[in-house]
């Protein structure tokens, strides 16, 4: 009997293919949580942090098969069958989607109840009084035990969510990006929420998350995952006072300050590998800094590099201590210009969505000047994308004009065709998704020769490779499909597409959110350069007001369809003068713990 | 609600009311336009002076222009009265009510049995899928599927009724069990293809539940087996329902080739005789009787929707 | 891309730790039968009739057989050859059948593409257009129509397309209205593409493995509504090598020849089913085109 509630000793998942031919996702994963103990795994997306989490509950997605010691609360599971009497009472798991993850059509009472034991279940009267106590745990009244969960929005589930997962008061809670999909200012009850309830119960904690900041500040300690690999395990402060993994300083360095603008984000080229791609070496050997022979010779083993701090870094005695890099700070952005210089002014847009109770846009007014980089923030819900979409003509607009380099218009129906064919060179537009914005079975190339032909550009092999190498790739990326590109290479197409016509403005829709966080910093440098070479006015969409501070001059702030605020940059986010934009800036992840308190 | 109800209906029963205004005229059409006449028909080969053939064409009233015709036709259809049969001078409401019996016990008997064996059959293969015993049930499903009513009913007939005597070879038998014992064939050769089709919506619909988040979510809190079933079960309702309202109508249209297979004195076979007779009257009310059959079960499959799912009640209360 | 046979992943794991399969692709030798069945029907059908061009020569004396040396699988009570019968029978169900799914796709691309694409006013009707046929009983109509026309196989064929097609519109419409929403064919009309290029070249691609999937699946139904009204002697001439007809004229000879029965309805139920299992993996593999590198 060890006294941990887990431990885990070279966990491997794979994935056994046909006639022998296995992938290996994650291997050499230890791990050991004692009672009451907290701990974060933090990767970017194929770094196997999720499926880590999974196989503690030994509820891995189908064919995915787990492999080494792992025990939890004293019961060794060597058969995925051993793992379902820990479930909801030794050892919980809520996940990230709270859109998904309880039962459409079921009420939450009910759903609550359904983890409950059986006296309780039966009992009309107790099933009432306890679902009414679970839900008042986690913050709501007890009338939403009636309630359907898509009556409920996104925090509101997720807070469903947590009381369901806890009904049989386990021991473990094993939280899996738990609001990656919710707002950030929900983001933040809900991180604080979870944290009190670990507190009050003395539950051990194990939180999966892509973001340092707030694995910092929900836990003790921190494990760094990369490509399959464990690659830092550490107190919290340690690691964030002295990463000991090239790794996990290049990580902390990407994350843009929402404080400061920087010249530029320090990141590490290129993405993250396959495991099975790097087994044989450093797994981080191809993007580090201080790479060496060492690196690739061989895998490195994990080296004690203070009370409870491990690294697998083979350099790590012989480069000493790493110093963050926060990059150097930016020249303050070049004053906003006059308005005679406007390449874009929206003037009192509204749009209300056919049998919507409220307009998704209400009489917002808008202005771009040439070469000026504008950021549109807001939550869900605020209008910031159905706002772009107007710009660019994919929705119609109910009320006010738009004027476009020099013609107004009240929405681009109006057009005639040459003319629309003619303003669609002017602005253009990137999505956010990489994955869905691209020609699944067209080639890279054809995809971009199609839109050059389209502007009445020339369009043969040297004037696609031209444009793939304006956004960093190389004319050899003309020949592949989107399936065989990353999510930032997608991206960079998704670019260089909209940049075929030369565009005097760039809409970007959240078009770094979908990505990891070292591939965001390259986008955004890219971005930075490419305003800055070709000239450009960009209309920068986003929830992050990181974001916004590296990428933009000035700024406006959405909610509920209505502008609240509007300025340059700094200005908005040193000073800001609406409370919701305050919100907003606290919501924002910060490294210490007072974040949440 | 009640009055989003009501709006829902009123909208079905003219959308019903103009398919039959078109079902109907269409069927005129093609009587008027197709070669050969009604007193050729009638007569056959006999000889006939030319009153006979008068005589016939005015108690027809096929000198009256197409329109006309059609407008006494369904003026008398809307006050209850479908016409008489030419064929045999029975009243059309007649020929069909002693049939129409016999079809419905067929139809209602087939949509049990693809229900039973279907539904079943579905929900094993999603349970056990990708291994030999889902591969097995997809591919008797896809063979169900492709099998035509009448094949397979003149397969069951040669081999069970024929070869074996377990069954009665013809006829509808004397009432009673021993009717629907007479039934058993042709409703096992009607449910083969609905069964099939039952068994690739269920089995679609629940390996697609048992992926979801929220069937994971149910297995990490402690939920057994069973309740996790029932959890993804419940939500292929919607699904499962569309494919029974596709069995059902498709074993009410079966039902016409199986009664012939098995000389069933029902609807199907009535419809066959009456038009190589070209007796319109018969021909039309089957025709009708048919598409208010099918009218009602989609009716009866869109109030199922709102029954096992609260989403599209929600959504609709919210408008 | 091969298809690998069943193997269970779980059996090769030391330990056997018991985890649910993933979910595979159909076992390859079930996609070869298929294959050669489809095949050899749809050989019948092109050239059968060329090689066997006495197939419905009538032996009266003969009469109804047993399967014998001469006649492996008997004769009909006309001393017609059933094996014989059955393959030169191709010709009218598999091509009939096949002209059907052709058709009826050809209509529902030319009424489907432009109602998902371009939406309005023509999307409207070509909905209400498919409303009405969808509360048609199909079958019904294709036996009234040819009952009372008495036109034969060709009215048949044509009816069957026309009352077909409503299926395929929804398909194509509903296809294109997924793609539609997608940034990337919202990305292809800020590029200024041409209606008609986005149409073709970027949302079909797409929609392809749901379209074809959708007309294989037709083909069976339409093998078996064909050779439904064969059965009930509409459309085909009496007497003709067509499998539905075979049926219907060899029902009394249950007893004398059984294969006279029982090879007609065997060969539609084959061919169906092997052409749906052919269907159901080009759409598979169509599918994973995007997924390929």
């Known amino acids: 009997m060890s006294a941990l509630c887990v431990d885990v000793r070279g966990l491997r998942v794979r994935m056994p293919g046909a006639d022998g031919a296995d992938r290996v996702l994650v291997s050499g994963v230890d791990l050991a949580l004692a009672p009451g103990e907290s701990l974060a795994i933090v990767g970017e997306s194929g770094s196997g942090k999720s499926l880590t989490a999974r196989s503690l509950l030994a509820l891995l997605p189908a064919g995915l098969v787990a492999e080494g010691h792992v025990e939890v609360a004293g019961t060794l599971i060597s058969d995925p069958r051993l793992a379902r009497p820990l479930h909801g009472r030794r050892i919980a798991l809520l996940m990230q989607d709270p859109f998904t993850m309880l039962n459409p059509l079921r009420r939450v009472g009910a759903q609550l109840a359904d983890g409950m034991p059986r006296a309780v279940r039966r009992d009309r009267r107790r ?65 604080r929420l979870v944290r009190r309830i670990q507190h009050d119960r003395g539950m051990s904690f194990v939180m999966i998350t892509h973001d340092l900041r707030v694995a910092f500040s929900m836990c003790e300690r921190v494990m760094v995952m990369y490509a399959g690999r464990m690659l830092e395990v550490g107190p919290t402060a340690q690691i964030q006072a002295e990463p000991r993994h090239p790794y996990t300083a290049a990580l902390l360095d990407a994350e843009p300050p929402v404080d400061e603008r920087l010249a530029s984000l320090p990141a590490p080229p290129g993405s993250v590998p396959a495991h099975d791609e790097v087994a044989d070496r450093c797994p981080f050997a191809d993007r580090c800094a201080h790479v060496t022979t060492v690196c690739t010779a061989g895998p490195p083993p994990l080296l004690e590099v203070g009370a409870g701090h491990v690294s697998a870094c083979a350099r790590i005695r012989e480069l000493g201590p790493l110093r963050r890099d926060r990059g150097e700070a930016a020249a303050p952005p070049a004053p906003v210009s006059a308005g005679d210089r406007a390449l874009l002014r929206v003037t009192g847009l509204g749009k209300s969505f056919h049998g919507a109770a409220a307009p998704a846009l209400d009489a917002v007014d808008l202005l771009v000047a040439r070469g000026e980089t504008v950021g549109l923030v807001g939550e869900s819900g605020s209008g910031k994308t159905t706002l772009a979409r107007c710009v660019v003509g994919l929705e119609t607009p109910t009320a006010g004009t738009i004027e476009l380099s020099g013609r107004t218009f009240s929405s681009w129906d109006d057009l005639d065709g ?17 994955y869905s914005s691209l020609h699944p079975v067209r080639s ?38 989107p399936a065989a590109l990353s999510g930032g290479e997608r991206q960079r197409v998704a670019i260089a597409r909209a940049l075929a016509p030369e565009p005097e403005l760039l809409v970007c829709d959240e078009s770094v959110s979908a990505l990891d966080v070292s591939v965001q910093a390259q986008v955004l440098d890219l971005l930075a350069r490419l305003v800055r070479e070709l000239d450009m006015a960009l209309l920068f969409v986003t929830h992050d007001l990181a974001v916004v501070r590296q990428a933009t001059q000035r700024v406006y702030v959405l909610r509920g369809g209505r502008c609240v605020e509007a300025g340059s940059t700094s200005q908005v986010l040193d000073a800001p003068t609406h409370p919701y934009t305050q919100e907003l800036l606290d919501a924002v992840p910060r490294e210490d713990r007072n974040w949440l308190s | 609600m009640a ?66 015709q059609y407008w006494n036709w369904l003026a008398g259809a809307l006050h209850g009265d479908l016409g008489t049969s030419i064929r045999s001078g029975e009243p059309v409401d007649v020929a069909i009510s002693s049939r129409a019996t016999l079809t419905l016990q067929l139809s209602t008997l087939g949509t049990l049995f693809a229900l039973l064996l279907g539904i079943p059959a579905g929900i094993a293969a999603a349970l056990r899928r990708g291994r030999a015993a889902d591969q097995g049930i997809v591919v008797l499903s896809v063979a169900g ?34 009717r629907w014992w007479h039934l058993v064939l042709p409703a096992t050769a009607l449910a083969i293809g609905g069964a099939g089709l039952l068994v690739r919506f269920t089995r679609t619909s629940l390996v697609r539940e048992l992926d979801q988040d929220y069937v994971v979510f149910a297995r990490a809190r402690g939920l057994g087996g069973v309740r996790v079933l029932r959890y993804a079960l419940r939500n292929c309702a919607v699904p499962i329902l569309t494919a029974t309202g596709l069995v059902l109508t498709s074993i009410l249209v079966g039902s016409v080739l199986v009664e012939v297979v098995f000389a069933l004195p029902g609807l199907g076979s009535l419809l066959v005789d009456s038009v190589t007779f070209k007796d319109v009257p018969v021909v039309q009310g089957v025709a009708l009787l048919l598409t208010i059959l099918i009218a009602l079960v989609n009716l009866a499959v869109d109030a199922a929707y709102a029954a096992a799912d609260p989403r599209v009640s929600l959504v609709r209360r919210k408008r | 891309m091969s298809t690998p046979l069943p193997t269970d992943p779980s059996a090769a794991v030391p330990g056997g730790r018991r985890r649910r399969a993933r979910p595979r692709r159909w076992p390859g030798t079930v996609v070869a039968v298929g294959l050669v069945v489809s095949g050899l029907a749809l050989l ?9 061009p006495d197939a419905t020569q009538q032996d009266v004396l003969l009469g109804v057989s047993q399967p014998s040396a001469a006649h492996p699988l008997g004769t009909d009570d006309l001393g017609r050859d059933v094996l014989q019968m059955v393959a030169v029978g191709a010709r009218s169900s598999v091509l009939g059948a096949l002209l059907i799914a052709a058709g009826s796709l050809l209509l529902g691309h030319l009424i489907g593409l432009p109602a998902g694409y371009r939406g309005g006013w023509v999307d409207q009707v070509a909905m209400r257009w498919t409303d009405l046929m969808f509360s048609l009983p199909a079958l019904l109509v294709a036996i009234v129509v040819t009952g009372v026309v008495g036109g034969g196989y060709l009215l048949a064929v044509l009816t069957l397309v026309v009352l077909f097609s409503p299926g395929d519109t929804r398909v194509v419409r509903a296809a294109v209205l997924e793609q539609r929403q997608r940034p990337y064919v919202e990305a ?39 050779s439904s009204l064969s059965f009930l002697g509409l459309g085909i001439a009496p007497g003709s090598a067509d499998w539905g007809r075979m049926l219907a004229d060899n029902r009394s000879l249950l007893l004398s020849n059984t294969w006279a029965v029982v090879t007609p309805g065997l060969a539609i139920i084959l061919t169906a089913a092997a052409v749906n299992v052919v269907g159901d993996w080009l759409h598979r593999r169509l599918d994973e085109r995007g997924l390929r590198r």
């Open chain 1, 127 to 191: 099933r009432r009084e306890e679902v009414a106590r679970r839900l008042e745990e986690v913050g709501l009244s007890p009338e939403v035990a009636d309630r359907y969960p898509i009556q409920l929005s996104g925090g509101m589930r997720q807070r469903v969510g947590i009381a369901a997962a806890l009904v049989s008061d386990p021991e473990v809670l094993v939280a899996d990006e738990p609001t990656t999909a919710l707002d950030v200012t929900t983001q933040r009850e809900i991180l």
């Open chain 3, 188 to 226: 292809a009309r800020l590029s200024n593409l041409r209606d008609r290029t986005i149409a073709l070249r970027y949302v079909w691609p797409n929609i392809a493995p749901v379209v074809t999937g959708n007309a294989f699946l037709n083909f069976g139904f339409a093998l078996v509504a064909l």
């Open chain 1, 444 to 481: 890279v190339g054809a995809t971009l020769a199609d839109s050059l032909a389209a502007f009445g550009r020339p369009h043969g092999a040297s004037d696609v490779a031209a444009l793939l190498e304006l956004v960093g790739l190389t004319p050899a990326h003309a020949r592949r499909r």
């Open chain 2, 3 to 68: 009055t989003a109800w009501l709006r829902f209906l009123l909208g079905r029963l003219a959308g019903t009311a103009v398919v039959l205004l078109v079902l109907s005229f269409g069927i005129y059409c093609l009587v008027y336009l197709a070669p050969g006449s009604v007193e050729h028909t009638l007569l056959g080969n006999r000889p006939a002076t030319e009153e006979t053939r008068a005589a016939i064409r005015a108690q027809y009233h096929l000198d009256d222009p197409l329109l006309v």
């Open chain 3, 44 to 52: 019948a059908a092109l050239v059968g009739p060329l090689f066997l």
């Open chain 1, 418 to 434: 040459g003319e629309a064919r003619r303003l669609r060179g002017v602005v253009q537009m990137v999505f956010q998704d990489p």
């Open chain 2, 145 to 178: 599927l492709s099998a035509p009513p009448f094949a397979v009913g003149l397969l069951l007939l040669g081999l069970l009724a024929v070869k074996l005597g377990w069954f009665p070879v013809y006829g509808a038998g004397d009432g009673g069990l021993d």
